[in-house]
């Protein structure tokens, strides 16, 4: 799961390099407009409902972190 | 009993007294019965009201965490079933705490329109705006659990009606300073020191600047028919920096007490006038309500399940970047429709907002295309003439959001435009002494320039990374105590006061 969500997220957003951090939104590399957009595209691809509550900065810190969220939500 | 007032220096140095000498268990009590003094001194009818929406929000937050207390051990129906049961309290504690603070702005604007003034008033309690978010903000985060709920009523009213913040802000997280108010805090000198020395910034800017600059601004536009465009144009670009100063003082004020205490309030400026983009702008100004606005309008929209729906059709059509486009433009729409609903309910905040929404979605959409423009003009964007030209385009965008509110009449603002652009201009103005019969003459009007160029250069040292107030506490015991004395005189003798040493009131208490 953890490729699968970083391969989707490097080509739609080529210039951040997800790989690199843990602290992404701490660090301030995603704004957001990102993580709206990382919302998005999660919502899409996998066909899941993200509530609100589960929009906090440890489930964007790092590709990691939204692997686990995809796959919680999943099940 | 404002910032400014004589009384708010003994209120303080007794709260201090007295803080530090009660049983550290009982230190939140101390707090929490000083902001109802504060509060109380702007009128004691204003309490019951403030201690009403507290309550509202005391109790929403109570019932909603109750249900999800109870569902924690259960399966995922049952979560389902506390999620839905939130929703409905969440919802219903949220319309009836906006209902009162529109009963205060929307009952004050008809009662002032309809000339009802014998007989009807209506309570207008100061910061109700801020203090409302901050409880809206709570209720919403017990909902989506990001808060755990408040069993102590009082506590949850100490973190509304803190009063270093309660009048203009900052919008605080109940998570970030709840934990501050009730923690023991003991005295520190470092803190004293750097409290103290945050609080003097601050009164700097509000009296020696904020309220001199007041005067030249007032006097233009409270005399508009009879100035000349130059004179409208110096007033509003004065009036960009006094806001600024006022304001950001105000902050200063409130979160240098604070420090003195041990309580770290959460920044709302970071030097604006150094952005290079209208969004970067709103990122250093103000920066609590946009963040509010961020948590719990703009984010809410953008991944609600609908929103996502019309962007899954969107990006089928277009590709998934016209779908993020859509969701952005739709949700930052409503932010700053609201966001000038906020400052005020006249067309001139309407079209404020719509102002500064249409720049943000414009710097948004066309970014992309204008960094290649730039490329194929060859202009070398790293350069310091290139970021000079952005923070100069940003700070003339200020100022004519700044001709929409300071007449505080649109009609108003559309004559200003028309003297600034026709041959009223009369530019001799600015050269021929006429700046100096103003409201500040030419001593005062020097003053004021130099202390504007004062605060550039701490800005900007600031800007670099470098902080003053570090830079000051390494000096040795003399020189230090000379900056201090130095700018405690120059607020003593420059500082603007009015009858009975009092200032003028700051500019965002009135929301």
């Known amino acids: ?15 951040i390099d997800f790989a690199a951090s843990d602290a992404l939104v701490d660090d301030g590399i995603l704004d957001s407009l990102t993580i709206t957009g990382i919302i998005a595209l999660l919502t899409m691809e996998f066909g899941i409902v993200i509530p609100y509550e589960e929009i906090v900065e440890e489930n964007f810190n790092s590709v990691n972190a939204l692997a686990k969220m995809v796959e919680r939500l999943q099940g | 009993m404002s910032f400014t007032s004589f009384f708010f220096f003994i209120f303080l140095v007794l709260l201090l007294l007295v803080y530090f000498h009660v049983p550290e268990r009982m230190r939140w009590v101390v707090l929490l019965i000083a902001s109802i003094i504060f509060y109380a001194t702007w009128g004691w009818e204003k309490l019951p009201f403030i201690m009403l929406l507290a309550w509202i929000a005391w109790v929403a937050g109570s019932m909603i965490g109750l249900r999800y207390s109870k569902a924690a051990d259960g399966d995922k129906e049952e979560l389902k079933k506390a999620r839905q049961y939130g929703r409905i309290v969440a919802t219903v504690a949220v319309i009836l705490l906006l209902a009162l603070l529109m009963y205060v702005k929307v009952g004050t604007l008809l009662v002032k329109s309809l000339s009802l003034e014998g007989g009807v008033s209506i309570i207008v309690p100061l910061g109700i705006s801020y203090y409302t978010f901050s409880l809206i903000g709570y209720v919403l985060d017990c909902y989506w659990r990001k808060e755990q709920y408040e069993k102590n009523y009082f506590k949850l009213l100490l973190f509304a009606s803190y009063f270093p913040k309660v009048l203009q802000g900052p919008i605080v997280k109940y998570r970030e300073l709840e934990p501050q108010l009730v923690a023991v805090h003991r005295y520190d000198y470092r803190n004293l020191c750097y409290g103290l020395q945050l609080m003097l910034w601050g009164y700097f800017k509000k009296l020696v600047i904020a309220d001199r600059l007041a005067i030249f601004v007032n006097t233009v536009y409270g005399d508009y028919h009879h100035k000349s465009g130059s004179m409208l144009l110096v007033a509003t670009i004065f009036g960009a920096f006094q806001l600024y100063c006022d304001f950001s003082g105000c902050m200063d004020i409130a979160a240098g007490f604070s420090e003195i205490i041990g309580i770290k309030l959460d920044r709302n400026f970071n030097h604006p006038f150094f952005s290079e983009s209208t969004a970067e702008f709103w990122r250093r100004w103000h920066i609590t309500l946009g ?84 490329v194929k003009l060859h202009i070398n964007t790293d350069s310091r003439e290139w970021h000079l030209f952005r923070k100069f385009r940003t700070f003339c965008l200020f100022v004519i959001s700044r001709f929409m509110t300071i007449p505080g009449d649109f009609k108003v603002t559309l004559e200003v435009w028309r003297k600034i652009f026709s041959i009223k201009f009369y530019p001799w103005e600015l050269v021929d002494g006429t700046i100096f019969n103003m409201g500040l003459n030419r001593p005062n009007f020097v003053a004021a320039i130099l202390f504007l160029v004062l605060l550039y250069f701490v800005s900007r040292h600031e800007e670099n990374g470098e902080s003053g107030r570090d830079w000051i506490a390494q000096k040795q015991i003399v020189p230090r105590w000379v900056i201090y004395y130095g700018l405690l005189f120059t607020i003593l003798i420059f500082g603007i006061y009015g009858p009975g040493y009092n200032a003028s009131d700051f500019v965002y208490m009135k929301f």
Not at chain 1, 1 to 15: A, D, F, H, I, T
Not at chain 2, 333 to 360: A, D, M, P
Request: with cysteine.
């Open chain 1, 1 to 15: 799961m953890e490729e699968k969500v970083l391969e989707l997220l490097s080509n739609e957003y080529p210039e």
């Open chain 2, 291 to 374: 963040v509010w606005f961020k948590d719990y309008v703009y984010m809410p929209i953008s991944v609600a399940p609908r929103m996502m729906k019309l962007m899954g059709k969107v990006r089928k059509r277009f590709g998934m970047s016209a779908a993020k486009n859509v969701s952005t433009i739709i949700a930052l729409s409503v932010v700053w429709i609201l966001t000038g609903l906020w400052h005020g309910t006249g067309l001139n905040y309407v079209v404020w907002g719509i102002y500064w929404g249409v720049l943000i979605i414009l710097g948004m959409l066309l970014g992309p295309s204008l960094g290649k423009l730039c």
